[in-house]
């Protein structure tokens, strides 16, 4: 079974510093997509950038990157120059290989913003 | 603007009263939705999987025959809470496939309380 596991249940950054968030996933499957994404207090659930396996270029969006090491089952992210709106949850999800399958989430990671 | 219309945003009942919760696709044909639920502070867990047409699929340990789900047009699901008590309390969250290679939509949620 598909296993998601973030390991550091609380991030904190100074404004417009840089701060990493990890993930580990397990799997058996060679195709399959990777998430990450931010629930602010309001709950709702902001897709932040995704990665889709076959693809061994990092995706990026703006200030949010991504480095994900397929060997090592690893798929973290990188916010640049924070800012007080990205506190929130962040979740790392996985699907396999087709968008009309499950996301099994992580445990979330709160990040807390300081200016 | 929102893809996924969840509805409604918060409720509050008398325990052993039944709740509806009605997920819609605005503007596509979701042949597949999905139902999470949320506890305080930790990560959406995935209660069943909506297809159109068919009979949901529930994850394990989830009780079918208290949370209903009926999957009845290309463009609404609902999740019906039979004979709530405070323990069914928490968050309730939607998310449809739109076809097309993109990731799920997710609508707002719902907070139930039973009192």
């Known amino acids: 079974a598909q296993t998601v596991t973030q390991s550091q249940p609380e991030m904190s950054v100074q404004e417009a510093e840089t701060v990493t968030l990890s993930c580990t996933y397990d799997?058996?499957?060679?195709?399959?997509?990777l998430f990450w994404y931010k629930q602010p207090p309001s709950r709702q659930m902001i897709l932040v950038i995704r990665q889709e396996a076959y693809k061994q270029q990092n995706a990026t969006e703006n200030r949010f990157s991504v480095n994900f090491q397929k060997a090592a089952k690893s798929f973290s992210l990188k916010i640049s120059d924070s800012q007080l709106g990205d506190a929130a949850m962040y979740f790392c999800a996985y699907t396999r290989a087709d968008y009309t399958d499950k996301l099994i989430f992580g445990t979330g990671t709160r990040l807390q913003v300081f200016p | 603007g929102a893809v996924v219309s969840q509805h409604p945003s918060w409720v509050i009942c008398k325990s052993g009263t039944s709740v509806k919760i009605e997920c819609r696709s605005l503007?596509?044909?979701?042949?597949?939705m999905f139902w999470y639920r949320q506890f305080p502070k930790q990560s959406l867990m995935l209660m069943a999987t909506s297809n159109e047409g068919s009979k949901a699929t529930y994850e394990q340990g989830v009780e079918k025959d208290k949370f209903l789900i009926n999957h009845a047009s290309l463009t609404l699901s609902t999740l019906t809470v039979t004979s709530a008590h405070p323990e069914d309390s928490s968050f309730y969250i939607c998310s449809a496939y739109r076809q097309g290679n993109q990731p799920q939509h997710f609508g707002d949620g719902t907070r139930l309380s039973i009192l």
């Open positions: 799997t058996s499957e060679s195709d399959y997509y």
């Open positions: 503007d596509f044909q979701a042949t597949t």
